[in-house]
């Protein structure tokens, strides 16, 4: 098997008295789209400024090619293409100023390809950047990502701004595309339908702390979720091994339970706590996110954070 | 008038740390300033006091403590379109809320340099022309803001008309000591005229109209072939015409605009231009740029337009595929490049407007010239050293900004001339040079001080991988026996050599110049490492 394109021990990050990032630790095979999910402020856009060298590890460490982005910025930076979730390209150039410019810094630079991407995403190069809407600056910022060809694309949030249509037809294609080439792609997005559709794995990252990491069927398959019925006041089943998450169910003693482990051993333990279980079924991406980033079990689900972290 | 409350509140809110900085700037300057022009005999006063100086002020503040530009009321928030109140209201509240401000300012540094430098300006005219000039500047910068190569021009006439009716109050050593009937319809007439404007154009701006031809700014807009194909080809270039095009071009037509400024405030008290009226003004117009530092530092730190939010490095930029040694020398060198445009049209606007003015008998330059060529080699030196000495200054500033921190900047740039304010200002109160007492450790401090910060950094910066080992010391032993040769060749280092009583004065005055040539690396050092500073928080 191949080094990782990107891997990451044990990193940890404070700002102030918050934490931003805590022992986090990830790996990124080459080939792979690894689809980065999370509430806001969980620590997305901080990973992935470690990832570029921006910020300095306080504790870990981060290796990009085998690299460290802060000791060699130049040969991690020359092989990745970013686009960032801010509005930072400069306002008074023209879009063909832009292109101007950054390709003295990438010997690879494509202009066909350049051109083609301008043609496919409308751009007007005569226009100036502090003139483009939020789409049409993200579609600049992509060419330019993606002018060199770049190994290892990194996208933080680039849907935010891009209109359904575009999203769907111009970004997934590129990053099929990019991924069909050998390339490795990571991005972040608060998008749970669009990580779905174009993530081989998925890393999930709440508080600071990756609490999934996992192929995207992988996931769906260690995930799940009962509709239980109990009689009386309800049995504590937040506190049930595996259990992440239960909610009110439609009718009254029902409810429904998001799980994770082996089903039978989970709904044994739910059997245990004096309900029983009226239905079993797969869970969608949806639920074990919104499971995961629910604080009001942030105690209970810490315990399998360690564990289920790659 | 609930709606005009909120306004000046959140005016307020943005307004009071430019409001307090100008004011203290403005006190530091003027007691700069009287310190400097004192012993000249200099009285022209309150117009070039407060046209350059809080021109500078302004600049420094602003650009350097990337306020956001409302703190000024310069340039109209597009957000308060949203409000649903009238434009003539909207206009108005940032048209009086600028004037209280710069009021404020004005009669804060006034009312200081009357009390500490007993000085007798005034303050009714004064701040009635500031008034003018504020309102003229807002009602330009809302109707141009987006096309910028548009406010000088506009400024042009305005500016014109302003100077024909307060030319005759400049005649005089204090610019409206007398204020007449006259005078206050004369201003209160262009201020109404000015505020007008203001409103006009933020109404024609809310409607999507404009005060420029449509088809002019269209036509600009309209793609097609590059009219710049050429490719930049090396990294280097790339960054040179980035920073170029962003500070550079603004920072030269700057200096060229405060060179004029200053000229025509050097002609106004006079009846006529002459060479000793315009000698006179370059030799406190060189104060001033001593006193423009800040400025510089503000431009370099933050772009002019204040639309950075990573000063000194955007993400952008930092995002290069270009090691941190690299980019900072390619900045530095930018931003020398700058700097070096600027001293530039300095130079040659000072020689050309001497060759213009011209001196009857004699020309004002001819004494430095026969100077010169009567000790060829030591003006030969000293022209090195004194093009050292803007490699040093420039490059130290850059370090400064380069490390992104407004407050290293803010302490690096500003303590100096705090402290040096702070000594004219105790002198003044308690009668004490301060400057003298220090001048003796000072001066025995300067070399070793210099050399040993330069020898560390050095040392710091190839540990850290930043710098290569074996041509910084060979450069180290050259730039020493630059320094050394230069010291030998200068009379005056060597009387004050010798007749120093202090042994340690004595070798300091020695090794002054080999250690100042020496720390012409020293930007060379600290450029990257504040760099990696900024770039790897």
Request: some cysteine; overall charge neutral.
């Amino acid at each position: 098997m191949s080094d990782p394109v990107i891997e990451i021990r044990e990193l940890s990050r404070r700002f102030g008295s918050s934490i931003a990032l805590d022992h986090i630790d990830l790996c990124v095979a080459e080939g792979t789209v690894l689809g980065l999910i999370g509430p806001n402020g969980a620590g997305k856009t901080t990973l992935i400024k470690h990832i570029l060298g921006l910020l300095r590890s306080e504790q870990g460490s981060t290796r990009v090619f085998g690299l460290d982005p802060v000791a060699d910025p130049e040969g991690v930076l020359s092989r990745i293409g970013y686009v960032s979730e801010e509005r930072d390209l400069p306002g008074w150039m023209r879009i063909r100023d832009l292109y101007r410019y950054t390709r003295a810094f990438f010997p690879n630079w494509d202009d066909a390809l350049v051109t083609e991407l301008t043609e496919r995403f409308q751009l007007d190069v005569g226009q100036k950047v502090k003139t483009l809407s939020r789409g049409q600056h993200v579609r600049t910022a992509l060419v330019l990502a993606l002018a060199h060809r770049p190994p290892l694309l990194v996208l933080d949030e680039p849907s935010s701004g891009l209109d359904p249509v575009v999203r769907r037809d111009v970004l997934e294609s590129i990053v099929h595309t990019t991924a069909q080439s050998g390339s490795t792609v990571l991005f972040s997005s608060h998008l749970l339908d669009e990580v779905e559709r174009l993530s081989d794995r998925l890393a999930m990252i709440v508080d600071g702390r990756i609490v999934v990491h996992d192929e995207l069927d992988g996931i769906r398959q260690r995930h799940w979720c009962f509709a239980v019925h109990y009689d009386g006041p309800g049995a504590p089943l937040a506190n049930v091994d595996g259990v992440l998450k239960s909610k009110p169910g439609l009718s009254p003693g029902e409810c429904e339970v998001i799980g994770e482990g082996d089903p039978e051993e989970l709904a044994r333990a739910l059997t245990a706590q004096g309900v029983s279980v009226l239905e079993r079924r797969p869970t969608t991406l949806d639920e074990v996110f919104l499971a995961r980033i629910d604080p009001a079990h942030s105690t209970q689900t810490a315990a399998h954070r360690t564990d289920h972290a790659t | 008038m609930k709606a005009e409350r909120a306004l000046y509140w959140e005016y307020a809110r943005l307004a009071w740390p430019v409001v307090m900085g100008l004011s203290i700037a403005g006190c530091a300057l003027a007691g700069l300033y009287r310190a400097a022009l004192e012993p000249l005999g200099e009285r022209r006063d309150t117009l070039a006091f407060v046209a350059v100086l809080s021109t500078l002020a302004l600049v420094s503040v602003l650009a350097m403590l990337n306020v956001r530009a409302e703190g000024l009321a310069l340039g109209f928030e597009r957000r308060l379109y949203r409000l649903p109140l009238p434009s003539w209201r909207l206009a108005l509240a940032r048209q009086i809320s600028g004037l209280i401000a710069t009021s404020a300012i004005l009669l804060v540094v006034t009312l200081c340099s009357r009390l500490l430098y007993g000085v007798d300006w005034p303050i009714v005219g004064p701040v009635l022309l500031t008034a003018v000039i504020l309102a003229w500047a807002q009602a330009i910068s809302w109707s141009y803001a987006d096309v910028p190569f548009l406010i000088a021009p506009a400024c042009a006439p305005v500016a014109v008309s302003l100077f024909w009716l307060t030319r005759p109050h400049l005649r005089a050593a204090n610019p409206y000591e007398s204020f007449a009937l006259t005078d206050a319809l004369a201003l209160g007439g262009f201020l109404g005229l000015g505020t007008v404007a203001g409103v006009l154009a933020v109404g024609l701006d809310r409607a999507g109209k404009r005060l420029i031809p449509g088809a002019f700014l269209s036509r600009r807009r309209q793609p097609g072939p590059s009219r710049r194909q050429q490719p930049l080809v090396t990294p280097r270039a790339a960054v040179l015409w980035r920073e170029w095009m962003e500070k550079g071009r603004l920072l030269t037509a700057w200096t060229a605009l405060a060179i004029l400024l200053n000229l025509a405030m050097s002609g106004a008290g006079s009846p006529s231009f002459s060479a000793d009226r315009l000698l006179s003004g370059l030799i406190s117009w060189s104060g001033f740029m001593l006193l423009a530092g800040p400025a510089i530092a503000g431009f370099l730190h933050a772009r002019f337009d204040l639309e950075t939010r990573d000063p000194g490095i955007d993400r952008l930029r930092a995002t290069l595929p270009l090691t941190n040694q690299r980019l900072a020398w390619d900045l530095l060198i930018a931003i020398q490049r700058t700097l070096g445009a600027s001293w530039v049209v300095l130079v040659l606007s000072t020689g050309g407007a001497l060759l213009l003015v011209g001196s009857g008998s004699r020309a004002p330059w001819m004494p430095i010239l026969e100077a010169a060529t009567s000790r060829p080699a030591a003006a030969g030196l000293a022209a090195v050293l004194a093009l050292l000495w803007f490699w040093v200054i420039g490059g130290l500033v850059a370090a400064l900004v380069l490390t992104g921190r407004t407050w290293v900047v803010g302490v690096g740039v500003f303590l100096p001339y705090g402290l040096l304010g702070l000594a004219f200002v105790t002198q003044r109160i308690t009668g004490r040079d301060l400057l003298q007492d220090v001048a003796v450790p000072a001066a025995i401090s300067i070399a070793p001080t210099l050399l040993g910060a330069t020898l560390v950094g050095c040392f710091v910066a190839i540990r850290r991988q930043l710098l290569r080992p074996a041509p910084t010391v060979l450069s180290l032993l050259g730039l020493a026996m630059l320094g050394g040769l230069a010291a030998w060749q200068n009379p005056w280092i060597a009387r004050l050599a010798t007749t120093q009583s202090t042994d340690a004065l004595e070798l300091s005055v020695l090794l002054l110049l080999p250690a100042f040539a020496c720390s012409a690396l020293l930007p060379v050092a600290l450029a990257p490492m504040a760099l990696a500073w900024n770039r790897h928080r």
